[in-house]
């Protein structure tokens, strides 16, 4: 079975940072690509980083330079480091994956894994 389960969220001020973890079980996720996506009320998911399973990163250009996106494969875990927080950055984190070990794009229907996210809230 295949699970992936987001923590990390929480409430924040403007400025401040966050660590979100996605842990993955199954050996299904071992060494595929992660990706971070979020949605906020009354908006469509939204990519947000991603990492391949090399290594390799993809960043929306609305999160450059602020957040970071890791993995430690041994323990099937992805990180998102988020730094220099805005109040627009409020939304709901979802980790997601499918099973290919490369970047395959930003549109939540091209993974078929989720997690059931992890809220974040930026205060101003």
């Known amino acids: 079975q295949v699970l992936l389960v987001e923590s990390g969220g929480g409430l924040v001020q403007a400025g401040g940072s966050l660590r979100l973890s996605c842990a993955a079980s199954g050996r299904a996720l071992r060494s595929t690509n992660r990706v971070w996506f979020r949605q906020a009320p009354g908006k469509e998911r939204e990519f947000v980083a991603a990492?391949?399973?090399?290594?390799?990163?993809s960043y929306a250009e609305f999160v450059k330079g602020r957040f970071i996106i890791s993995r430690a494969n041994a323990k099937n875990m992805v990180y998102l480091e988020m730094n220099s927080l805005e109040a627009e950055d409020t939304a709901i984190y979802y980790c997601?994956?499918?099973?290919?070990?490369?970047?395959?794009?930003?549109?939540?229907?091209?993974?078929?894994?989720w997690g059931q996210g992890t809220q974040v809230t930026v205060s101003s």
């Open positions: 997601a994956a499918n099973q290919i070990p490369y970047f395959t794009g930003d549109n939540p229907t091209d993974y078929n894994f």
């Open positions: 990492i391949g399973s090399g290594g390799r990163t």
